[in-house]
């Protein structure tokens, strides 16, 4: 990974340990989820911020999370965002921004669509 990417996900990782408790490590892009699970967490980014966004609001909502290490291979060409000045600036300012929003402007009213979610493994008894 380029320096400004190894950089911008340690304190991505940092910010959302201390707003959040989330123990990330990475800000990698894939993820496993229930259907279930992600429509209970309302995303609304649909660029650069996703990620943080689902890791936030996982964390929130009390979501298992397991991160599984992998290896960083070089890439082959260059990068549309981290391979770029301009690209790694919207990207990183996306995914401050969102940290901020939800970790400042969120904690004073919780959002509608993360107050009705639930656990994943909590079982629902209807008597």
């Avoid at 990417?5 to 892009?29: E, H, K």
């Amino acid at each position: 990974m380029p320096p400004q990417s190894v950089w911008g996900n340690r304190l991505a990782c940092f910010l959302m340990r201390w707003l959040f408790g989330a123990n990330y490590t990475d800000l990698g892009p894939f993820r496993a989820i229930r259907w279930s699970a992600l429509q209970s967490l309302g995303m609304s980014d649909r660029n650069f911020g996703w990620t943080v966004e689902m890791q936030i609001k996982a964390v929130r909502l009390g979501l298992r999370v397991t991160e599984v290490p992998v290896s960083y291979r070089r890439r082959i060409g260059a990068s549309k965002i981290s391979g770029t000045v301009r690209g790694t600036i919207l990207a990183g300012s996306k995914i401050l921004y969102l940290i901020a929003k939800y970790g400042f402007v969120s904690s004073m009213a919780a959002p509608s669509s993360l107050a009705i979610a639930e656990p994943p493994s909590t079982p629902r008894r209807v008597a």
